[in-house]
């Protein structure tokens, strides 16, 4: 069975920075693909980033430059290095699992490409 749980969502203040983890369970950074999404209330969730197989990375234009996908393959789990944060960043983070049979190792950030979803995280930026 698959499981993915977000941590370390938290306030902060614009131009701060923040570390979200992913820890997994069924599921294999070297094998499988991963996203993280996040939500406002009201709104569609949006793709913020992701990471394939091979550990290459793509970011939503919003934030490239700011937020880094990483992964620790020792520990089998995921990251997401938030910096110069706003407050158009605030919303629920969640972490998504791709894990099927065979995935190309081409990063997306399109949901349909995650079968599993973390419960989600909420950041929180605003002075």
């Known amino acids: 069975q698959v499981r993915v749980e977000e941590s370390g969502g938290a306030s902060v203040q614009p131009g701060g920075s923040l570390r979200l983890s992913c820890a997994l369970a069924g599921a294999d950074v070297n094998r499988d693909r991963f996203g993280w999404f996040r939500q406002v209330p009201g709104k569609a969730r949006e793709g913020v980033g992701a990471i394939g197989k091979e550990g290459h990375t793509g970011y939503a234009e919003a934030v490239r430059g700011r937020f880094t996908v990483s992964r620790d393959i020792a520990k089998n789990t995921l990251s997401l290095e938030m910096n110069n944060l706003n407050p158009d960043d605030t919303a629920m983070y969640y972490c998504?699992?791709?894990?099927?049979?065979?995935?190309?190792?081409?990063?997306?950030?399109?949901?349909?490409?995650?079968?599993?979803w973390g419960q989600g995280t909420q950041v929180t930026v605003s002075s």
């Open positions: 998504a699992a791709g894990v099927f049979g065979y995935v190309s190792p081409t990063p997306t950030l399109t949901e349909a490409a995650y079968n599993y």
